[in-house]
């Protein structure tokens, strides 16, 4: 199955009830780019794992709160929404809708 084929249906990633807040996982074999999976505020967040200023994987970073800072600059983004906070980065990264019942959390990749 092609990165494509993904494209809106759900992925299964598995029981992530060990994934404390604060803490995050990277999935490198979803996407393009993997994904990484964050628990913010009790809930489950999924952003593809690339800072969108310099190409570095995002799981390597600092989760704080809901946000998630890139390590190599600095850039920080919003979990639940992609969404940039100021420079180094000029644009946001992709979200991606996670959910989590009975002990099986899934991903749709958008």
Do not use: K
């Not at 404390?20 to 999976?37: H, S, T």
């Not at 809930?43 to 390597?60: K, Q």
């Not at 190599?72 to 989590?100: I, K, M, N, Y």
Request: net charge negative.
């Amino acid at each position: 199955m092609t990165d494509d084929d993904h494209a809106g249906h759900g992925i299964e990633l598995g029981d992530l009830s060990d994934l404390a807040d604060g803490q995050l996982r990277c999935f490198e074999d979803i996407g393009p780019d993997g994904i990484v999976v964050c628990r913010a505020g009790g809930d489950l967040y999924a952003l593809t794992d690339n800072c969108s200023h310099a190409d570095t994987p995002l799981s390597e970073g600092r989760l704080r709160g809901f946000g998630i800072t890139c390590p190599l600059h600095g850039a920080s983004f919003d979990v639940r929404d992609g969404s940039h906070s100021g420079p180094p980065a000029w644009e946001g990264v992709p979200c991606h809708r996670v959910t989590e019942a009975d002990g099986v959390a899934v991903v749709v990749l958008t």
